[in-house]
Nanobody, 127 residues
Framework: EVELMESGGGSLQAGGSLRLSCVVS?????????LAWFRQVSGKERQGVAV???????RYADSVKGRFTISQDDGNKILYLQMNNLKPEDTAMYHC????????????????????WGQGTQVTVSS
């Protein structure tokens, strides 16, 4: 059973930094897969923030390019999202996600293609 467990959220002022972590376990996909971060503001659809493929290639939403960095440890058991220069518009619930049959180059950030979700961790940025 795939399990994704996020941590690291919190409240901070604009301009600050935060690192989210996601412990990944139980993945047995037969095809190459992606691990990604999505975020959701109450009342709105989840949006893809960043993705990393099994080959280590990455892709980012335009709104976070140059500020956020997605990475994983060598064993692919922990997924990270380093968030720098945070802005109030980054306030959201952040979810870790696993998507089968995926590559970073073909990733659309569409939540409908995600196969497994974590429960989320809240990030609140004040001005």
């Amino acid at each position: 059973e795939v399990e994704l467990m996020e941590s690291g959220g919190g409240s901070l002022q604009a301009g600050g930094s935060l690192r989210l972590s996601c412990v990944v376990s139980g993945i047995t996909y037969k095809r190459p897969y992606c691990l990604a971060w999505f975020r959701q503001v109450s009342g709105k659809e989840r949006q893809g923030v960043a993705v990393i493929g099994v080959d280590g290639s990455t892709r980012y939403a335009d709104s976070v390019k140059g500020r956020f960095t997605i990475s994983q440890d060598d064993g692919n058991k922990i997924l990270y999202l380093q968030m720098n220069n945070l802005k109030p518009e980054d306030t959201a619930m952040y979810h870790c996600a696993a998507e089968n049959d995926c590559s970073s180059g073909s990733w659309t950030g569409d939540p409908r293609y995600v196969d497994h979700w974590g429960q989320g961790t809240q990030v609140t940025v004040s001005s």
